[in-house]
């Protein structure tokens, strides 16, 4: 099995984060993604911000590299967020099954949790932005500048 085309090109749906051996909370309501391009190119949802980056995978090795993203603030998600893109640089491995993806970190934990979202968002929570959403959030504060941040 090719694991790159089993999980590139798809929208998946963030539904757990475990950092430090603890539970993020809030996850599954924060409408966070992520999608894998066969280009080794990365975008996504952080419950807030849009991300884009690049990542490498060879065999069942995945690394992410020169995340950034938008700037807002919200006050909700922002926690979820701020753990993602913490538990990006910990995932070492990934492994796919029965529409659930698993990043995991150097021990084998598993580090962040998604699973596969129909092509029409299906699955998704009712509070979970669409792609196309480009509308600052009701909670959000917009920040002066329009370039992106680093993530790490």
Not at 130 to 140: F, K, R
């Amino acid at each position: 099995m090719d694991l790159g085309k089993e999980i590139a090109g798809r929208r998946w749906e963030l539904t757990s984060i475990l950092l430090d051996g603890r539970q993020v909370e809030g996850v599954e309501g924060a409408g966070a993604y992520i999608v894998l391009g066969s280009d080794m190119m990365v975008q996504g949802r952080g419950g807030c911000n849009r991300f884009f980056g690049a990542y490498s995978l060879a065999a069942d090795l995945l690394s992410f590299g020169n995340i950034a993203s938008t700037k807002m603030y919200c006050h909700e998600t922002m926690h979820v967020e701020d753990a993602l893109f913490r538990a990006l640089g910990l995932i070492m491995t990934v492994r796919v099954k029965d529409r659930t993806l698993e990043m995991r970190s150097d021990d084998g934990s598993t580090v962040l949790r998604f699973i596969e979202a129909d092509e029409e968002g299906r699955g998704l929570p009712s509070s979970a932005p669409s792609e196309s959403d480009d509308q600052t959030p009701s909670d959000a504060v917009q920040n002066d500048s329009d370039h992106p941040r680093s993530c790490r």
